[in-house]
Each structure stands twice: as structure tokens, then as C-alpha cells.
């Protein structure tokens, strides 16, 4: 019997955890929790990561016309989407939401720092202004566990790549959908929020920000149907 690729176990396991629809039970607490440390398990070389790639992402742009991301679609399907991202250094993913979204994000290579933030009240997506509290900035790496996000908890998010370019493993569910569930950008107001809060204002995406894609080598994941 052929071994399944960690990552297409992974793959399977988003599934089982996402594919119900039902994200408040124990099962589902349980399935993000197996999730979770499997993907806690994968390196660069479950991908098949090209390090030649990384190298030539670690210069700086300097100014030139280089995408300061690269993006590389794993899977995609109604229930979640898998992609690895990779920041050059000293670039980022600016400040975002996930609408109603669930994400895991495991760092394969590189060092980042991962600043995010909660939001007060409950929201839809979109909204001009959103009063959210802050969490303490992360700094991850390869040994690093997984990060995860709720549609209540650390939903809002900036990612940098610190001494060389970052890769990183990310898993969302449902997936982006520029109907239902778009992207929205945000801004930190500089005036403070009532005690310790600070507000964030959604702003248009910022011009340089833009990804450029680059295609996935590693053991097929699909197609995959509910177990």
C-alpha cells in the first residue's frame, strides 16, 4: 500500500475538519486540534519547495518591479483552499481581514513576525471602522507551531519577513470568495481606542502590495471528497 505524502494527509484532514460545515461542536474542535498538529509536522520538503526559488527571493526589490510576494496554489475547492506564500525580505502582507473565515498558517522557512488583532464586536467584513484589541506581535520560524485564526479571534493580521524571505503553509476555510467572504484592508488609527483598543479603518489595498504566482512541485493533492 502506498504511504500517503504528509501533505495530502494534511489535505484530507482539512477536509474531515472543514467539509461538515459544523464549526462549533466538540468533532470540530477536536478535527482543527488533529489539524493542527499535523500540519505542525510539515517542512519544506513535503512541498517540494524550491530553495533556489527562496535564494532568489532574498534579495530586496530595491526599488525594482518585482513582486514582494510569490503565491502558490496547493488545492483549492469550496471548502478550503491550500497555498503556500512566500515574502521577500523585509516585505509583508499588509494588515487584512478573513471574513467568517478559519485559517492555519505554518512557517516553512524563514523568520516573520506576525502582528494581529481581535475584533470587539462581532462583524461581517468591511466595515469603515472596527475596534479590536491587539495581540502581543509573534515571531515565527520553521520549529515554530502552527498559528490559527477564528472568525472571532486574531482575524485581522500583518505578516513581514524579517533577515530573508518567509515562506509559510496556509490553510482557509471556507476559502476567499470576492462575493461572500472579499479581502479588506486596514489601517491602525492613531488616535486610541477606549481602554488600550485601537481602531482600525479599512482602506483601499495598497499599491504596492501584489503577488506573483509560481507553480506548486510537490505530491498532488487532489481531488478530495467528503470521507
Same mark, same amino acid.
Given at each position: 500500500?502506498n ?15 472543514f ?15 488533529r ?18 526559488l ?9 526599488? &525594482?518591479?518585482e /513582486?514582494? *510576494?510569490?503565491y502558490?496554489s496547493?488545492? +483549492?475547492s469550496v $471548502?478550503?483552499?491550500m !497555498? ?22 505554518k ?11 481581535s ?5 461581517? &467584513?468591511?466595515? /469603515?471602522? *472596527?475596534e479590536?484589541?491587539?495581540?502581543p +506581535?509573534?515571531? $515565527?520560524?520553521?520549529? !515554530? ?18 533577515d ?25 488609527s ?15 489595498p ?17 481531488p478530495l471528497?467528503?470521507?
Open positions: 500500500v504511504m500517503a505524502a504528509l501533505i495530502q494527509v494534511v489535505a484530507r484532514q482539512a477536509q474531515l475538519t467539509g461538515r460545515g459544523v464549526f462549533a461542536d466538540e468533532l470540530f474542535r477536536d478535527c482543527l486540534a489539524l493542527q498538529r499535523t500540519i505542525g509536522q510539515v517542512t519544506y520538503k513535503d512541498v517540494n519547495l524550491d530553495l533556489n527562496l535564494q532568489t527571493l532574498s534579495r530586496t526589490t530595491n526599488g &525594482g518591479n /513582486a514582494p *510576494i510569490t502558490i496547493l488545492y +483549492d $471548502v478550503f483552499s !497555498s503556500i506564500f512566500i515574502i521577500r525580505r523585509g516585505e509583508r502582507i499588509p494588515l487584512h481581514d478573513h471574513p467568517g473565515m478559519f485559517g492555519v498558517l512557517v516553512l522557512h524563514g523568520s516573520g513576525t506576525i502582528r494581529s488583532y475584533a470587539l464586536m462581532p462583524v461581517v &467584513g468591511g466595515e /469603515a471602522v *472596527i479590536a484589541q491587539r495581540h +506581535d509573534l515571531t $515565527v520560524g520553521p520549529d !515554530s507551531a502552527p498559528c490559527c485564526l477564528t472568525p472571532t479571534e486574531r482575524n485581522f493580521h500583518e505578516i513581514r519577513a524579517m530573508g524571505p518567509l515562506a509559510f503553509l496556509d490553510i482557509l476555510a471556507p476559502p476567499y470568495d470576492s462575493v461572500k467572504r472579499d479581502c479588506h484592508y486596514y489601517s491602525v492613531s488616535s486610541p481606542a477606549r481602554e488600550g483598543n485601537v481602531r482600525l479603518h479599512n482602506v483601499s495598497p499599491r504596492d502590495f501584489w503577488c506573483a504566482s509560481s507553480s506548486y512541485d510537490g505530491p498532488p493533492i487532489g471528497t467528503a470521507q
